[in-house]
């Protein structure tokens, strides 16, 4: 079939922008999806949203594993659940394969203010610290953001603890995250170079609950390591009110956290296998560890769940689709992507065959928006799967989509993506929390997901042709 | 002046029947308020309104004190900032009245499920819980209620954990509250006479959040203690998820909680002279004590708050009102009203001089009916009170009033009490939890409180007559 020949351009951003206004033009007819594969797509969606399936699934793994932070042992039970779980739906073919990384390990985490005025402070050591070496005591100096602390001049902090209380803000999108989160990313090696010997972040989360979030820091290798720790937002109120009265605030920190050596964990893979193009992947998915604070029922054991059952609903059909719907719950996504960037390793010979993506890794709110990555002259198909969407309040999105985050590995090698945007107005008040619970989640907004994944993997499966394979490379020959 | 002769009645219940059947009918005429300090009180009602006082007051509060549990280094704390805080704002005497009560301490505090799903589950000690002997392994023994608990025989459960799952309802009056809580203050007796060796609540509140309620339960002399701890709402969830599966459920459980003697505490009494009748007392207040898990902004900072401002802004009028404002921030109300029967002892002789009172304990919600329990021909002077809370949106309710918790031993040595009653429809989601902080405080809302509360007292300072001062007593002759 006809590929799209892409300039030669450096940025990938220019190369998004180039596939955009290329989208605007007229790429080559290709065939579409008739309508008797459309109509048992639509009977699909319609099965499949009055389905109390994915919920039964994410109530077994909430209930029955719960948390399963990457290396832990409800790492362990997740991967046997899921394997097991596969097998009870009907997967044709269950796949483990191998994701080795460093183990992280959280330890005892309290904090209190000392002066001048006592109080506890409900804290969570973020994601790869560093312990403290008992507890440390120290003044608090305070920054509204991490550009502020920026700005200051290196080795200036003499040892005192960094607080930034920036808050994340509300979107549906969840844009805030982002806006918020290098706070948490990147705050403890800033603070470093600054001279401070810890650094306390404001949770990034938008609720106003006394629950500190989680997530992911990181280290720069020619920077001082110091322990870092989120406090929950009324917990950050608190700090900044005892800060703006202009003495001295001392605060305690202890963090037990710790590295400990390799484990690994697996890619938990279940196929739906094709009919006619078993060789060729549609690729669903989630991840399938979490946090350890809360049971992973919004992160990401509703994408896990999602996928599931949108897998296992299309295998109940008489006939599989064309193609093999292969639905992955990727390892350790929270610490790095490492499941993701296996599972490229391992199928790095045959990405050509991985035909277009989607992961859900955002909550089990309602989808509203349909985006796609794929090649101009597929997007006659893209079309048609958002009609077979639109009866579930579904808009088409762009041609700019994401994937979600255990596909960025997939999208840099040129697989299509598309992203079913999820409604995360209230995602953000659990992330990473131990709120992070079953009850966060609404049956009727999961079936709708699976409805749009069931439709989007089935369809996918039937196109008559691809979404482009090398998309955005280099001298792609696509 | 005329004073109402009640009938002999023993019951309580039919007293106040008697009183509101009298109050429908025409009670001696009493003198009413005049105009111009009716006016005078809609003037300081609009002035409190758009006044921040009382957030000025809760926020230093929670901020400089935070958790005050009684007989904690907080409630140490709380006493002092009180009595600053009173002469800050210009009472013109405050007065210390000791308080003493056996001090109970929380230890540590874990739970988790052991078999067959491996999970950690969030729990807190219930207020005067003993300990567990190092962590108690046990099988779970689920019921639904605690009439369900209490419908089994004496001594069939033979050391497994009692587990009720009972869910408060949500009311704007709260009346969820008394239907559930029974399962928290006696379920630990009823579960030890059926055999338990511990039992564990779903938390009495009607939230979703990971944060256990605590509050206080009670042990009967001729029944042997257990342990008792309240599971969060999700985490009760959870365990009811498992235990329907139908396998027996392994429990540990780890309290560390216990008595230490006893701890002299103090009502704080801040008073606004009255200028005709200064040993005539209208008595507001809250109470000082908090549970130890939050900063008690609503419970009952809130209700601290709220009376000292009022008691301040009526103090900075030119003239003092005829009777005396006095404000009692309660000690230790949470373990037993202590202070508010240390108070009644103290001032045993001179109750009748106890005009009216009304506590502020149930959050920062906006009040919106206002109800009394007085005297029949005082009646006219309460609709007077009523006109000018109207435009706070207060409608009258009836004459059956609690008047708080810390106005029962006042109100059963005869003392006319009223309700401010509060929009309660969310106190129960922070109430005794680690997510009672400031945040959950609506300034709008905490300024109408001042507003109502400043009306009602200085309206109730200046009444031409009393409200009844010995109801429902037997043998009244009031």
Same mark, same amino acid.
């Given at each position: 079939?006809?590929?799209?020949?892409?300039?030669?351009?450096?940025?990938?951003? /220019?190369?998004?922008?180039?596939?955009?206004?290329?989208?605007?033009?007229?790429?080559?007819?290709?065939?579409?999806?008739?309508?008797?594969?459309?109509?048992?797509?639509?009977?699909?969606?319609?099965?499949?949203?009055?389905?109390?399936?994915?919920?039964?699934?994410?109530?077994?793994?909430?209930?029955?594993?719960?948390?399963?932070?990457? $290396?832990?042992?409800?790492?362990?039970?997740?991967?046997?659940?899921?394997?097991?779980?596969?097998?009870?739906?009907?997967?044709?073919?269950?796949?483990?394969?191998?994701?080795?990384?460093?183990?992280?390990?959280?330890?005892?985490?309290?904090?209190?203010?000392?002066?001048?005025?006592?109080?506890?402070?409900?804290?969570?050591?973020?994601?790869?610290?560093?312990?403290?070496?008992?507890?440390?005591?120290?003044?608090?100096?305070?920054?509204?953001?991490?550009?502020?602390?920026? %700005?200051?001049?290196? $080795?200036? /902090?003499?040892?005192?603890?960094?607080?930034?209380?920036?808050? =994340?803000?509300?979107?549906?999108?969840?844009?805030?995250?982002?806006? *918020?989160?290098?706070?948490?990313?990147?705050?403890?090696?800033? *603070?470093?170079?600054?001279?401070?010997?810890?650094?306390?972040?404001?949770?990034?989360?938008?609720?106003?609950?006394? /629950?500190?979030?989680?997530?992911?820091?990181?280290?720069? /290798?020619?920077?001082?390591?110091?322990?870092?720790?989120?406090?929950?937002?009324?917990?950050?109120?608190?700090?900044?009110?005892?800060?703006?009265?202009?003495?001295?605030?001392?605060? %305690?920190?202890?963090?037990?956290?710790?590295?400990?050596?390799?484990?690994?964990?697996?890619?938990?893979?279940?196929?739906?296998?094709?009919?006619?193009?078993?060789?060729?992947?549609?690729?669903?998915? $989630?991840?399938?560890?979490?946090?350890?604070?809360?049971?992973? +029922?919004?992160?990401?054991?509703? $994408?896990?769940?999602?996928?599931?059952?949108?897998?296992?609903?299309?295998?109940?059909?008489? %006939?599989?689709?064309?193609?093999?719907?292969?639905?992955?719950?990727?390892?350790?996504?929270?610490?790095?992507?490492?499941? *993701?960037? +296996?599972?490229?390793? +391992?199928?790095?010979?045959? =990405?050509?065959?991985?035909?277009?993506?989607?992961?859900?890794?955002?909550?089990?709110?309602?989808?509203?928006?349909?985006?796609?990555?794929?090649?101009?002259?597929?997007?006659?198909?893209?079309?048609?799967?958002?009609?077979?969407?639109?009866?579930?309040?579904?808009?088409?999105?762009?041609?700019?989509?994401?994937?979600?985050?255990?596909?960025?590995? =997939?999208?840099?090698?040129?697989? %299509?993506? +598309?992203?079913?945007?999820?409604?995360?107005?209230?995602?953000?008040?659990?992330?990473?929390?131990?709120?992070?619970?079953?009850?966060?989640?609404?049956?009727?907004?999961?079936?709708?997901?699976?409805?749009?994944?069931?439709?989007?993997?089935?369809?996918?499966?039937?196109?008559?042709?691809?979404?482009?394979?090398?998309?955005?490379?280099?001298?792609?020959?696509?």
């Amino acid at each position: 079939m006809r590929r799209l020949v892409l300039p030669r351009i450096a940025s990938a951003a /220019l190369i998004i922008a180039a596939l955009l206004l290329t989208a605007v033009g007229t790429g080559s007819a290709q065939p579409l999806l008739d309508d008797a594969t459309l109509s048992q797509a639509a009977s699909l969606r319609d099965e499949a949203r009055s389905s109390e399936l994915a919920y039964e699934i994410l109530e077994s793994l909430t209930t029955e594993v719960g948390p399963r932070m990457a $290396g832990s042992s409800g790492d362990e039970r997740a991967v046997a659940w899921a394997q097991a779980k596969f097998e009870q739906l009907g997967f044709d073919r269950v796949t483990l394969e191998p994701v080795t990384f460093p183990a992280w390990r959280r330890g005892r985490e309290t904090a209190r203010v000392v002066a001048p005025f006592p109080q506890p402070l409900v804290v969570t050591a973020l994601g790869g610290s560093i312990a403290t070496d008992g507890e440390l005591h120290a003044p608090v100096a305070h920054f509204a953001t991490l550009d502020e602390l920026a %700005a200051i001049p290196d $080795g200036s /902090l003499d040892g005192q603890i960094v607080f930034i209380s920036n808050r =994340m803000k509300r979107f549906r999108d969840g844009a805030g995250y982002g806006q *918020a989160v290098a706070a948490r990313s990147s705050g403890a090696v800033t *603070a470093a170079k600054k001279g401070a010997s810890a650094i306390l972040i404001r949770s990034i989360g938008t609720d106003q609950d006394r /629950l500190p979030h989680t997530g992911l820091m990181s280290y720069a /290798l020619d920077v001082r390591r110091i322990p870092a720790a989120a406090l929950s937002n009324p917990d950050a109120d608190l700090l900044a009110n005892m800060v703006k009265r202009g003495r001295p605030v001392e605060v %305690a920190l202890e963090l037990g956290s710790y590295w400990e050596g390799d484990y690994t964990s697996y890619n938990v893979i279940g196929d739906i296998v094709g009919s006619t193009q078993p060789e060729e992947y549609v690729l669903i998915g $989630g991840h399938l560890d979490s946090w350890d604070l809360g049971t992973g +029922a919004i992160d990401d054991g509703a $994408g896990c769940a999602i996928t599931m059952a949108a897998g296992a609903l299309i295998g109940r059909l008489d %006939a599989a689709p064309r193609r093999t719907i292969r639905v992955v719950l990727y390892a350790n996504e929270e610490q790095g992507l490492h499941g *993701a960037r +296996a599972y490229r390793q +391992a199928h790095a010979t045959e =990405m050509d065959r991985h035909i277009i993506g989607a992961e859900s890794d955002f909550g089990a709110g309602p989808i509203y928006r349909f985006s796609s990555r794929v090649k101009p002259s597929a997007l006659g198909l893209i079309d048609q799967l958002t009609q077979v969407l639109s009866p579930l309040g579904v808009v088409r999105g762009d041609n700019n989509a994401s994937g979600g985050p255990d596909l960025i590995p =997939m999208r840099q090698a040129g697989m %299509a993506v +598309a992203t079913l945007h999820q409604d995360g107005t209230d995602y953000f008040d659990y992330h990473h929390t131990a709120n992070d619970t079953l009850d966060k989640v609404n049956p009727e907004h999961l079936a709708q997901n699976v409805a749009a994944y069931t439709v989007f993997a089935f369809l996918s499966a039937m196109a008559p042709g691809d979404f482009g394979t090398r998309l955005g490379l280099e001298n792609a020959d696509d």
